[in-house]
Each structure stands twice: as C-alpha cells, then as structure tokens.
T-cell receptor
C-alpha cells in the first residue's frame, strides 16, 4: 500500500542531544513537509522540500535541520539548539501540479518527541 | 495574511444526528483551496474533503459535505448521521496561490474537538 511511514512512534531526547526523525514515502510525491503540533494547537510548518537536494525553511525552522537526498526520504533532525522540542511531529507529502492549489497533503502517523 | 479561524474548541453531538463545524478564512487571493482533516486520538491526519474557490457546487464525500459561502469566507464542514468513530479533532486548512508559489504549505486552524455521544 502506498503511504508515508514515520519512525519512531515515540522518541526521547536527552539534554544536548540531536535526534533524527525518519519520514519515508512511496507515493512518488515531489513535495514533502515537516509540521510541528503542540497540544491543543494547529500545525506549524518547520521545513519543506519540493525537489531532491533542495529544501526551504518554514515558519519555525530554528533548531531543526533536514536533508532530501532521495525523493522518498525527508528526515528531520531536532538539534540541541531547539530548547522546547517536546511536541508531535508530522511528515506530509503531496503532488506538485502546475498552477494547482488543490492537491491535498497526505500525512504519516507522527512521532511524539519528549525531553528526558 | 492568510488565516484560518475555527471558533469552536469543542463540540458534542448525539449519535446519528448531524453536526456543523465552523471555519472562516482570510485571503486576498482569488484562487485558493480549502481542506478538512480529521485527527483521531492516535494522531494521524486523515484528509476528508476539498473545496476549490472556483467550484460552483459544494463538495461532498459520503457523510461529509462542505457548506461553502464565498462572500462570507466560510467553509463549514457538515457531518451527517454522526457515528461514535467520528469523535476526533477536526482541522480546517487552506492554500492559496501565493502560498502555492512559496512551497505549497497548508495553513491550519486551531481545530475543533468533536465528541459523539451514544
């Protein structure tokens, strides 16, 4: 079945540690996104990528880094510079069609990150 | 700036009844799309329904329909014949053409928590 796989489901970070969240898709989508969700809140964009080897900062990129070496993969690293990393992280992907605003984003099941 | 507002933090509905979840949006772009997602307690975001700004008819998908009132900038989700499995957070989201040119992210509202009572 086509979809987006995020791992791990739960992750704990120690002080000063970098951690990496995995996101893999087999939908053949060009665009991939990382969102952060805090309790009772909507989603905020961290980073996005529309093509391999290129990515752009979203609204809250500080303390995070990404890479896009393969179309299928878009890992997110939460660095020690992110002082409040406890949140639910969602990865999404979508097709990119010229002049089309109507492509839905498809989401993975998310990763819950907590501070130890 | 683009914005989505969901004014109902939580709602209750009796099983088998219909319920309307409110969503208002703000954009100056004439070309935009509106999306509704469902987020169960397990966390995944499930795409429900889409309405384009130029669509002449309100979108429908099974028990979900979208009450699109363009002049009022509202895109309310209507769930008919509620089921216990409909209990979840519901998010309204938007993308306009300017956002499309900036990477195509979705702008999300704060969400409405729906509880279906047996």
């Amino acid at each position: 079945d086509g979809g987006i796989t995020q791992s791990p489901k739960y992750l704990f970070r120690k002080e000063g540690q970098n951690v990496t969240l995995s996101c893999e898709q087999n939908l053949n989508h060009d665009a991939m996104y990382w969102y952060r969700q805090d309790p009772g809140q909507g989603l905020r964009l961290i980073y996005y990528s529309q093509i391999v080897n290129d990515f752009q900062k979203g609204d809250i990129a500080e303390g995070y880094s990404v890479s896009r070496e393969k179309k299928e993969s878009f890992p997110l690293t939460v660095t020690s510079a992110q002082k409040n990393p406890t949140a639910f992280y969602l990865c999404a992907s979508s097709m990119v069609l010229v002049r089309s605003v109507g492509q839905p984003q498809h989401f993975g099941d998310g990763t819950r990150l907590s501070i130890l | 700036a683009q914005k989505i507002t969901q004014t109902q933090p939580g709602m209750f509905v009796q099983e088998k009844e219909a319920v309307t979840l409110d969503c208002t949006y703000d954009t100056s772009d004439p070309s935009y799309g509106l999306f509704w997602y469902k987020q169960p307690s397990s966390g995944e975001m499930i795409f429900l329904i889409y309405q384009g700004s130029y669509d002449q008819q309100n979108a429908t998908e099974g028990r979900y329909s979208l009450n699109f009132q363009k002049a009022r900038k509202s895109a309310n989700l209507v769930i008919s014949a509620s089921q216990l499995g409909d209990s979840a957070m519901y998010f309204c989201a938007m993308r306009d053409y300017m956002i499309y040119n900036q990477g195509g992210k979705l702008i999300f509202g704060q969400g409405t928590e729906l509880s279906v009572k047996p």
